[in-house]
């Protein structure tokens, strides 16, 4: 399975992934999906906002459980955020079926999509829209950077955008949703262990900056006479990371957008995308509102007109305690009976900054992660990486928690 998706959405260039929202690479993605899926022998569908189930069991049965994770990509991501979830699924699928158990409940495997929000700048769009986190008119309103709009570029590939929105009906039927996810960190790798189930995901959110100045010549236009939005933009970067430290969080400009974007030419707008997560809510408003004030500042002082718009938001979550103490007896018990338990011998809980699906449907349904170790704790890079043995033993144990759930 993971020599037939690897080349999918590759940047012959970079060497990562460029697998965007409703491009040809996702639909490379989503064909490569329903394959492994009837290969399977799974009733494959997809539901109005475009996340892909495959299915063993009656869907319409009740209390399935639910595993799965995503495979599209940041800009030149790496093969293992989204795509091991969806792989691991496959093949933990594949030995529950050698181990001969028999399924007592639905199960299924879930691609959803535009996760990453690479493309429309909103993460968790699939399952957003599905829990009814972001309503037809938010998501008709999201634009690519090619001013494509969502349901411009749904249509294009052959889905009706008319459909998408809140899907009650699908969430009611599930009884629990378990992602396996590679860590985006070095907290497994510090301990030693190769797999580990996450607490909570941290709160955050993405703020958008325009920084509007004056055009003019970069060459005969005194420095005094400067209305200069890139200097203004360029204190708040590094503002952003002095309220970080202060806070014990962490805040990223990571995408800018300049007009005239031109080598001779002072720019007349700068506009930049905070990343901002923390720990706790009190922790991160302490870093939006200070990375704000700072900026204000700077703009005033500059002769710049800044605006600043609140793109997306998170609150903290708090994974279900019930399901999560349920992960932990499960791999804890097959722990202690295989002699695989790692230095701390028990299956360590962690909390994570990184936003994910699993995180967004925790309010409607019981949801559960389990982390699989990264040796460098790099992610969203090409250089993301996991060990082909601890890749095994996340699909153990996603096995032996989907046996426990869905076969008992």
Request: aromatic letters at 6%.
């Amino acid at each position: 399975m993971w020599r037939s998706l690897r080349p999918l959405g590759r940047s012959a260039a970079s060497g990562g992934y460029r697998r965007y929202a409703w491009t040809d690479a996702d639909a490379d993605c989503r064909l490569w999906f329903r394959m492994q899926a009837e290969a399977r022998r799974l009733d494959v569908e997809t539901d109005r906002n475009g996340n892909q189930w495959a299915w063993l069991g009656d869907p319409t049965a009740g209390g399935a459980v639910v595993t799965g994770s995503h495979l599209d990509s940041v800009p030149d991501g790496g093969a293992f955020d989204g795509p091991l979830g969806v792989v691991s699924s496959f093949a933990a699928l594949d030995e529950l079926r050698a181990r001969g158990v028999s399924f007592k409940r639905p199960l299924a495997i879930v691609n959803f999509g535009d996760e990453e929000g690479a493309r429309f700048g909103l993460a968790c769009v699939g399952s957003r829209l599905t829990a009814g986190r972001l309503t037809k008119e938010q998501a008709y309103e999201l634009r690519d950077g090619d001013g494509i709009s969502l349901p411009q570029a749904m249509e294009a590939a052959g889905y009706d955008p008319d459909a998408i929105g809140p899907d009650p009906e699908r969430l009611a039927r599930i009884g629990a949703f378990v992602e396996l996810h590679v860590e985006q960190g070095r907290a497994l790798d510090l301990s030693g262990d190769p797999i580990g189930i996450a607490s909570s995901i941290w709160p955050h959110g993405r703020w958008r900056y325009d920084f509007a100045g004056e055009a003019n010549h970069a060459g005969t236009t005194r420095l005094v006479d400067r209305r200069d939005p890139m200097l203004t933009y360029a204190e708040t970067v590094l503002a952003a990371r002095r309220e970080a430290e202060l806070a014990g969080a962490v805040a990223t400009f990571g995408k800018i957008a300049v007009e005239p974007n031109g080598v001779n030419a002072i720019p007349s707008l700068v506009r930049g995308w905070l990343d901002a997560r923390a720990a706790d809510q009190g922790a991160l408003d302490a870093v939006v509102a200070g990375v704000e004030t700072a900026a204000r500042d700077y703009a005033d002082r500059h002769g710049i007109d800044l605006t600043v718009v609140r793109e997306s938001f998170t609150p903290v979550v708090d994974f279900s305690h019930a399901l999560r103490d349920e992960l932990s007896r499960i791999l804890g018990d097959a722990a202690a009976t295989t002699g695989t338990s790692g230095p701390s011998g028990k299956v360590p809980v962690l909390g994570t900054g990184a936003g994910h699906d699993a995180g967004i449907l925790s309010e409607s349904i019981p949801t559960a992660m389990l982390f699989v170790r990264n040796p460098t704790g790099v992610s969203h890079s090409p250089a993301e990486f996991a060990a082909e043995d601890d890749c095994l033993a996340g699909v153990r144990a996603l096995a032996d928690v989907l046996e426990e759930l869905a076969c008992r």
